[in-house]
T-cell receptor
């Protein structure tokens, strides 16, 4: 059974619309992250949370808003979608937030913006 | 420029052959990790190796921190090893914020 559940797996959205990507982890981890993988680009760090608090934000645009309603949840709300937002969004978690803690990734949510 | 560079970009192996993947990074790293991304896209951590040599199964990683490079050796390759191998560094020990390379795509033929 997958320990990090991401929903939806695939998503097609219209430019200008708003979507929420869901992530739940059942590993008992304290830190959660969002990464993005666009076509032909390296996997890119977006956000990190520890104990439901935002620790780091590398996303320039405020259109991307993480939301943590529970310790094991970290959703990603994206507003005013643009075609450039098309990518696979990976949620990840680790036991602790410090460097060296193994990252576990979800299966990803593939977003296409038309 | 790219902070993490991986070579070769792609590699084709005959089953049973060995392979060596390279990772060079342009800034100091407190952590270095190798990941495997399956053809379906899922990501799995293989090894965490900030310095020295580490082994797991048929994989050996050697990192020379001062020279800002790491290698991943795959021995006796199998068709199930096909996929993309990603190198990632963490420049800040306070946070698990990884900078990834674009990866080396490996195809192992039967």
């Amino acid at each position: 059974d997958p320990k990090i559940i991401q929903k939806p797996k695939y998503l097609v959205a219209v430019t200008g619309s708003e979507k929420i990507l869901i992530c739940e982890q059942y590993l008992g981890h304290n830190a959660m992250y969002w990464y993005r993988q666009s076509a032909k680009k390296p996997l890119e760090f977006m956000f990190s949370y520890s104990y439901q608090k935002l620790m780091d934000n590398q996303t320039a645009s405020s259109r991307f808003q993480p939301q943590s309603s529970k310790k094991n949840h970290l959703d990603l709300q994206i507003t005013a979608l643009k075609p450039d937002d098309s990518a696979t969004y990976f949620c990840a978690s680790s036991q602790g937030q410090s460097s060296g803690n193994t990252l576990y990734f979800g299966e990803g949510s593939r977003l296409i913006v038309v | 420029g790219q902070q993490v560079q991986q070579s070769p970009a792609s590699l084709v192996l005959q089953e049973g052959e060995n392979a060596e993947l390279q990772c060079n990074f342009s800034s100091t790293a407190t952590q270095l990790q190798w990941f495997y991304q399956s053809p379906g896209g899922s990501l799995v951590s293989l090894l965490s190796n900030p310095s020295g040599t580490k082994h797991t199964g048929r994989l050996t990683s050697t990192t020379v921190t001062k020279e800002r490079r790491s290698s991943l050796h795959i021995s006796s390759s199998q068709t199930t090893d096909s996929g993309t191998y990603l190198c990632a560094i963490d420049r800040n020990s306070a946070g698990n914020k990884l900078t990834f390379g674009i990866g080396t795509r490996v195809l192992v033929r039967p």
